[in-house]
């Protein structure tokens, strides 16, 4: 039988995790099927358990279930334990693993895709929940010059920035803010990062023009067809540069096949099919 692995989350319909990874299957000569799996927002732990029991070999964990999966694992990589998220889980005879490869996966479209230059950069994260948690410490690893956490609850971005601050080297600050506190001084020339869901329903978050004309480039986790409305307001504001999260997503899909299978797949015809079919659809 073939193994089995598969995205977990709710909704997860939209899911585009089976297809990156059946791809990744047929470039590498991995015998696997990858599933789309709902659980119940309040039965995720036995959702997880049950796939185990019926020989899953590995999950990658989507909204909202990050910070469940933490909690799930018996051993946890230094990343999510910085992040208290996780979005890989792997289960073998040793135990459950978890692993957050949203991070790595967003420092790789960055670098390699989009050819930013992270060293010394400033960046604004805008969220303060498992999906900005997941992607600070591997943009401090990168050696970014600060990072500024906001969030609508400004206790949420503190608290976040405060437990993220030791893996900031000694010229490094984490800090956390509420979002009336995001300024053009404090977005100038900054990588501005959406990690909130707001995308997901194409929500217009409530971020002054001058913090967008203010930035370098404007990232948002979510993706699709079309810009976001984060992108299009960063766009329509004087923002040099956007782009959207797919790339991320294929990124980061690659980083859990390779902890899954050993092998690390090719993600530029990856990303370009997907990208293909979802102007398609």
Known sequence: ??????????????????????????????????????????????????????GGCGLNVTVPFKEQAFALAGRRSPRVEAAGAANTLSF????????????IGLVRDLTARHGVALAGQRVVVLGAGGAASGVVLPLLEAGVRDVLIVNR?????????????????????????????????????????????????DARLPIADEVFAAAAFAYDMVYGARPTAFLAQAAALGCPRQADGLGMLVEQAAESFRLWRGVAPQTDPVYRQLRDEIGRA
């Not at 297809?19 to 039965?43: E, K, M, N, S």
């Not at 073998?92 to 991070?103: C, K, P, R």
């Not at 400004?154 to 000694?170: F, I, K, N, T, Y």
Request: aromatic share 6%.
């Open 92 to 103: 073998d005879s040793n135990g459950w693993t978890a692993e957050n490869t949203d991070g």
């Open 1 to 54: 039988m073939s193994d089995r692995y598969a995205v977990i989350g709710n909704p997860i319909a939209h899911s585009r995790s089976p297809f990156i990874h059946a791809r990744f299957a047929a470039q590498t000569g991995q015998d696997l099927v990858y599933d789309r799996l709902l659980a119940p927002l309040d039965g995720f732990a036995a959702a997880v358990q049950a796939f185990v029991e019926s």
């Open 153 to 201: 609850t400004a206790a949420r971005a503190v608290a976040l920035a405060s437990r993220l601050a030791g893996g900031a080297g000694p010229q490094t600050a984490v800090v956390g803010r509420g979002l009336d506190g995001l300024d053009a001084e404090s977005a100038a020339g900054a990588l501005l990062i959406n990690a909130t869901s707001a995308g997901l329903s």
